[in-house]
């Protein structure tokens, strides 16, 4: 049985794995979220509703991202993740160029799904290979690393693709986060070694697990599915508020598109990068080796934010929006570096990619079907025969701002049992009788 402590990366060679999976993860949200800045460009110029623009740019994706991140994950536990990585990151930012070209409903329809479709081979093995480059102890802060691109992405799709629609039209904002996405899909396919599976565990898992297997150990794992489901409901919350932003902006302020891609790049930027920091140097301080600390830390951040969520929507002043929005927005990443780690601690080594894809799988589902259709229904409903307006849309966003308690009570009732989880995990070879029960 090899302990892969004697087999730990070169400093300099899991730091710049884990700076490059962190720009893949950057490219894979600014890809995603470039449509919320150019959502009502795009529905003016597609003459739709706001649930009909809604259905274009999030509920296509979100399927195909669903429907093929099990199968591409299956693949990642059974093969050469670094090859999924690259070649994934290759075709959706293909299709986010495809996205800037389209000259129709269906044309962007179908440029949709294929992003879709090429972002699900991004996060699930992405974080696995990071997995195999820090040992357990400091994945909750390596993951909180990898996490800056969440930040770093929102931002490039927000502030960077508002300033390029602003001037040169929304089309523009897909190809400058298109393009670079391709040159660094080859980057990872040329300078990234594909790990050793497993070579920082205390125990090898044996052999390569079934879906069924791996399903039902998920399943077993209490802790697990509170994590994956409070790590679910905050992107319902938090990046389901954040999907209509922009476009509530614009509505209830008068301001363009440049100015709320401004507001909300900043706020991306800055505040999401200093929340996930200070999430990281938490994570690695001696205390949070206690992993029901780690979860009562994020339930007591994403309850306070939850309610000046609520202010956000609430007021009429765009000075108390901001506020509210600079106390809230770096809440929602928090959250992922710390559940990150704790599902693929909570996953015995050959089913870390299984793992984070559902989580990736409910997350997509809460924020880009659920939250995304939910608000864009909503709205339309609150707006009556006038259609949709700024009061429309901020009664729907009211209505989905208090789901972040939701969130709280999975993260609190996860602690009860994530110990115990996590000795399982670390037991569990894949061999009869040497699961820890």
């Not at 495809?98 to 000259?103: D, M, R, T, V």
């Not at 589902?365 to 939910?374: D, K, T, W």
């Amino acid at each position: 049985m090899a302990t892969a402590r004697t087999e730990v990366a070169p400093l300099l060679q899991r730091w710049y794995v884990l700076s490059v999976m962190c720009a893949v993860y950057a490219v894979n949200i600014a890809a995603r979220y470039v449509v919320t800045t150019v959502f009502e460009p795009i529905r003016l110029e597609l003459k739709l509703t706001d649930a009909g623009a809604a259905f274009l740019t999030g509920v296509p994706l979100a399927l195909f991202y669903v429907s093929c991140g099990l199968p591409l994950a299956w693949l990642a536990d059974r093969s050469n993740r670094r090859n999924i990585v690259a070649g994934s990151l290759i075709v959706w930012s293909g299709f986010t160029v495809l996205c800037g070209l389209s000259q129709s409903y269906w044309q962007f329809l179908t440029s949709r799904i294929g992003v879709g479709v090429g972002e699900a081979g991004a996060t699930p093995p992405s974080t696995a290979i990071v997995s195999d480059c820090f040992p357990a102890e400091r994945r909750p802060m390596a993951l909180s690393v990898f996490a800056l691109g969440a930040p770093i992405g929102a931002w490039l799709g927000a502030d960077m693709a508002g300033a390029v629609a602003q001037a040169y039209g929304w089309r523009a904002a897909f190809f400058a986060l298109g393009v670079p996405g391709v040159v660094l899909g080859l980057l990872v396919f040329l300078t990234i070694r594909e790990p050793q599976r497993g070579r920082l565990d205390a125990v090898a898992a044996a052999g390569k697990a079934s879906a069924l297997e791996s399903l039902g150990f998920l399943w077993r794992q209490r802790a697990a599915f509170h994590v994956i489901m409070a790590s679910g409901v905050c992107s319902l919350w938090g990046w389901g508020l954040a999907w209509f932003t922009p476009t509530f902006l614009l509505r209830t302020y008068g301001l363009n598109v440049a100015e709320a891609g401004a507001i909300m790049g900043h706020i991306h930027l800055v505040g999401g990068i200093l929340a996930t920091i200070v999430a990281a140097w938490l994570m690695s301080r001696p205390f949070m080796l206690d992993s029901r600390r780690v979860l009562w830390a994020l339930a007591w951040v994403t309850g306070c934010a939850t309610v000046l969520s609520i202010i956000a929507y609430w007021t009429h002043s765009l000075p108390i929006a901001k506020a509210m929005l600079w106390a809230y927005v770096p809440a929602i990443y928090f959250f992922i570096g710390p559940c990150m780690a704790l599902v693929l601690n909570l996953a015995p080594s050959h089913m870390r990619s299984t793992f984070t894809a559902w989580s990736v799988l409910v997350g997509n589902v809460f924020n880009l079907i659920v939250a995304v259709q939910g608000v864009g229904i909503l709205s339309d409903w609150f707006g009556g025969a006038h259609g949709s307006d700024a009061a429309s849309l901020r009664l729907a966003l009211l209505v989905l701002a208090p789901t972040g308690f939701w969130a709280t009570w999975h993260f609190l009732r996860g602690a009860r049992t994530v110990m115990v989880d996590m000795k399982r995990a670390t037991a569990y070879s894949g061999r009869e009788g040497q699961e820890l029960t």
